[in-house]
């Protein structure tokens, strides 16, 4: 087979798999570890890096051409230089000459079962018309727009309708409360948001709205809020509210793209970072999009007749990446669905898979451990002969959920992509590329980098350390789809990225390299927890414990789970005066999820009467992590080296004895 033919021939993969038992009736052809035609792509990026990603960039529509590919002054990168360009173009207004103006863009799924199909030419003018109406209400160039609504058709067409006017959008979870709303809202200085009366929950309705104006009561920038209508409750409209069909149902359909320079951010996205402020990652425009659109192409070898399932929420990376803009700039059919996955049924999305013909679903180990709980019986019991490619994300994968996606899920005919990235990192940077060519898999492997992106695991140093031994997980060159920086703090971008390792981006994950060079990932490096594949950091977590009035001080850590990975374990110390109760517990659980949000509400609450720290106060949270997963802790001298150890031994003693 000729190489050009190889690369596109989306049919064929070959799978050489390590474990006897699913290789046995495959493909015999067996494919060398790293393929002919990835090496190749990844010596050419290596030989001429601007030759390479300018040929990656030629694949979006550009208004006018860069003058230059990257300009990189450490730690500040610049992607295609005065090349101006439009998100909200390449995603939507390029199809309308072509056969997809009339198809399916958006089949969107409710949590009751309705279905709604939005074709691109309806969302194009859906686009168009709020992004007048942004403008009428005084909208320019770089100002924010805040975005809270639900897993809904307008939430991606906020998005695509800031990008239209180069406005920047900053979405927020609609998982996360009112406390989250403040703090993003306040350092990006927003003035407008979009939110909804409600949202549906597992048949609940979340009071969207509500939250809302409980939050902005704290914030000042806000000028207008736009109300979506979607559980129709009784909400109160106040001065500075406006529904959404009164704000778009008068405007054109057309509003022409704002010519963006590629460095111009198209949105800040808030993530946990180790401190208690969540950092505002802020992406560019050309440099993201071109990361997007190839990886989107290599990965998940996009065609006219996909249709394509990713279950991630918008509010989080891998939606912003790989439900809006990806898919979008490739013209393919996509399922957003706007509830759980096990409501009504723990079957939803094998049921949705069999009732839209999906050929992708790119979801995450937290969704398919709790479904393989349930046994074969329901997913078998769905036509899942739709599906070509099977993709997961957001947290390692165990081997033994790999091969049961593999075998239960595919049907041993579906490579498994298991895609690392990061909010930071924009797209895709390890995972098998089976749009270029199939190389053996390794259930718990991402396998290798992209072609272009140049991953190095290094020690405490900063030095390359050997195959099979565990490091830091480093980026040891600029690539596109690199954040621009940390809004309005290139301090702390530089700190917290660039300074810990001379010249490398610093991902904060543990890895290892196997001796076929195969990466692995082995969780977090530092106080970040992932519960459910959801990001939180530990010190702002514990600054929520502490804002309740009972609670003095607050120390997070975290277990390991079965399903979801990681839960959140608090030790709280309590004030004077106050006793501990199951009241207080279940109190201090409802106030963490009125000001974080239900996901950061904790698995279990221990009160205790001092926390261990060294003597220069800092918490040592990794004892209390291997306390409570039951490890040994090992040398206290070697870990802290200011501790008091007989005071901490003391101390813990007291702890575990609680357990
Ligand atoms: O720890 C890694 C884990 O998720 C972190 C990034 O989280 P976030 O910015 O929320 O983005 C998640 C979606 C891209 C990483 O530092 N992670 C992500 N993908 C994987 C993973 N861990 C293991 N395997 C993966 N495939």
Excluded at 137 to 150: E, F, V
Excluded at 591 to 609: L, M, N, Q, W
């Amino acid at each position: 087979m000729s190489t050009k033919k190889r690369i596109y021939a989306k049919e064929i993969y070959h799978f050489h798999m390590n474990d006897p038992q699913i290789s046995k009736d495959r493909n015999p052809e067996v494919i060398s570890l790293e393929g002919i035609r990835i090496k190749q792509m990844k010596d050419e990026a290596q030989q001429d890096p601007n030759q390479f990603w300018s040929n990656c960039a030629r694949n979006l529509v550009w208004f006018k051409e860069w003058q230059q590919v990257l300009d990189w002054k450490y730690p500040f990168a610049k992607w295609f230089c005065e090349g101006k360009l439009n998100a909200a173009y390449n995603c939507l207004d390029k199809h309308l000459t072509t056969n997809k103006k009339n198809q399916a863009a958006i089949i969107w799924e409710g949590e009751d079962g309705e279905t709604v199909t939005i074709t691109y030419d309806q969302l194009f003018r859906r686009v168009n018309q709020l992004a007048n109406a942004f403008k009428k209400m005084g909208i320019k160039k770089g100002d924010r727009i805040t975005i809270y609504l639900p897993m809904i058709p307008e939430l991606p067409i906020s998005m695509l309708a800031c990008a239209r006017i180069g406005a920047i959008h900053s979405v927020i979870f609609s998982g996360f409360s009112s406390q989250s709303i403040i703090d993003r809202v306040n350092d990006a200085k927003s003035k407008i948001i979009i939110t909804a009366d409600g949202g549906y929950r597992r048949g609940k309705i979340v009071p969207l709205k509500r939250i809302v104006d409980d939050a902005i009561k704290h914030t000042s920038s806000i000028e207008k809020i736009i109300v979506v209508k979607r559980t129709h409750e009784n909400i109160i409209m106040g001065e500075k509210d406006i529904w959404y069909e009164n704000a778009v149902n008068r405007e054109s359909s057309f509003c022409p793209s704002e010519w963006m320079e590629s460095n111009d951010p198209l949105f800040i996205l808030y993530t946990s970072g180790t401190t208690g402020k969540p950092k505002g990652v802020v992406h560019g425009t050309g440099g993201y999009l071109t990361h997007l659109y190839n990886s989107a192409k290599w990965v998940f070898n996009f065609n006219a007749t996909d249709v394509f399932f990713c279950t991630a929420d918008i509010g989080w990376v891998t939606g912003h990446s790989y439900i809006v803009y990806a898919p979008l700039m490739h013209g393919v059919t996509e399922v957003l669905y706007e509830g759980a996955p096990d409501f009504p049924n723990p079957d939803r999305y094998w049921k949705i898979v069999e009732k839209h013909g999906a050929t992708i679903l790119y979801t995450t180990p937290t969704a398919l451990r709790s479904y393989m709980r349930y046994g074969n019986e329901i997913p078998n019991s769905y036509d899942l002969s739709s599906l070509r490619l099977l993709g997961t994300v957001g947290e390692p994968i165990n081997p033994e959920v790999w091969k049961w996606y593999f075998n239960v899920i595919g049907k041993n005919r579906c490579p498994i992509i298991d895609t690392w990235w990061q909010t930071e990192t924009g797209g895709i940077m390890i995972s098998m590329c089976p749009g270029i060519e199939s190389i053996k898999m390794k259930p718990g492997s991402g396998t290798l980098s992209l072609p272009g992106i140049e991953i190095e695991i290094v020690d405490d140093k900063g030095i390359k350390i050997e195959d099979g031994k565990k490091g830091y997980l480093t980026i040891k060159k600029p690539w596109p789809g690199m954040l621009i920086s940390l809004w309005n703090n290139n301090e702390r971008y530089k700190k917290t990225y660039w300074e810990r390792v001379d010249n490398s981006f610093f991902a904060g994950d543990f890895a290892y390299q196997d001796n076929d060079k195969y990466i692995w990932i082995l969780g977090r490096a530092d106080d970040i927890l992932k519960v459910a594949g959801h990001r939180l950091g530990t010190i702002e977590l514990e600054s929520a414990f502490v804002s309740h009035p009972s609670i003095a001080e607050a120390a997070v850590t975290s277990k390991s789970d079965e399903i979801k990975g990681e839960t959140i374990i608090a030790f709280l110390v309590l004030r004077k005066g106050i006793a501990s109760s199951q009241n207080l517990d279940t109190e201090v659980n409802e106030h963490i999820k009125r000001t974080i949000g239900p996901i950061a509400s904790a698995e279990k609450i221990y009160f205790v009467d001092k926390l261990p720290k060294t003597r220069s106060g800092k918490i040592m949270r990794r004892l209390l992590k291997s306390i409570v997963n039951k490890e040994t802790i090992g040398d206290i001298s070697t870990l802290e080296d200011e501790a008091s150890i007989e005071e901490i031994t003391q101390e813990l003693n007291a702890i575990n004895k609680q357990l």
